[in-house]
């Protein structure tokens, strides 16, 4: 194993070309370390491309590691559920699985998508299948909050907001994006690096 490889990575960038990055990055630390090594996944995004997340958000839960999302800074759109989703099913829910700093936003909001569909045909094709994504999308998100359906996501944005729900890492809190407000960082052995969440008081 590489003295330089850490089982971290950063997700600014939705780009499928970036997702597909970091997915080759989390299948090196994944064949480097054991399965029990806990993988930090920090957030740092304004968000981007479904596809990018979708690749992302799969592989993360194909993983036999536990798998941690942070984000210290912002998490927004696709950096959104891609923290709240955190967590894959076989892992121990009463561990802190998805941390945001004090100081961090998050953002969620539908789907948004803008480009020349060509003729109205398309265009009705178009509205189809972004509904469709859409409703994919907002049912992780609900799934992940403790919540029934996508619907109640949508109730919940625009209860609260126009589309764009902006919130502190204790709102999100709240809203069961995130399990726990702090900081984490990783300690430094080599074969096994735990990481240390420091909780705001």
């Known amino acids: 194993m590489s003295d330089n490889l850490r089982p971290a990575i950063t997700v600014s960038d939705f780009s499928e070309s970036a ?8 299948q090196e630390i994944s ?24 690749l992302l958000y799969s592989y993360l839960e194909s993983q036999q590691h536990p798998i941690i999302t942070y984000t210290a800074s912002k998490a927004f759109s696709a950096g959104a559920i891609l923290l709240a989703a955190g967590a894959s099913k076989s892992q121990n829910k009463s561990s802190p699985m998805r941390v945001a700093a004090p100081n961090a936003t ?22 189809d299948y972004f509904g469709f994504e859409n409703d994919r999308w907002m049912g992780i998100l609900a799934k992940a909050m403790g919540r029934k359906t996508a619907s109640d996501v949508r109730k919940l944005l625009h209860t609260k907001a126009k589309n764009e729900l902006y919130l502190t890492a204790r709102q ?26 420091h909780r705001e008081k």
């Open 106 to 127: 998050i953002m969620i909001h539908e789907l948004q998508a803008g480009a020349d569909f060509g003729d109205i045909k398309s265009l009705e094709n178009a509205i």
């Open 19 to 26: 997702a597909q990055g970091h997915v080759n990055k989390l």
């Open 172 to 197: 999100a809190l709240r809203l069961k994006l995130i399990d726990a407000v702090g900081y984490l960082r990783m300690s430094e052995p080599r074969t096994f690096c735990d990481p240390i969440l």
């Open 31 to 54: 064949e480097a370390f054991s399965p029990d090594q806990p993988i930090i996944v920090t957030i740092d995004s304004h968000g981007g491309s479904i596809y990018g997340l979708s």
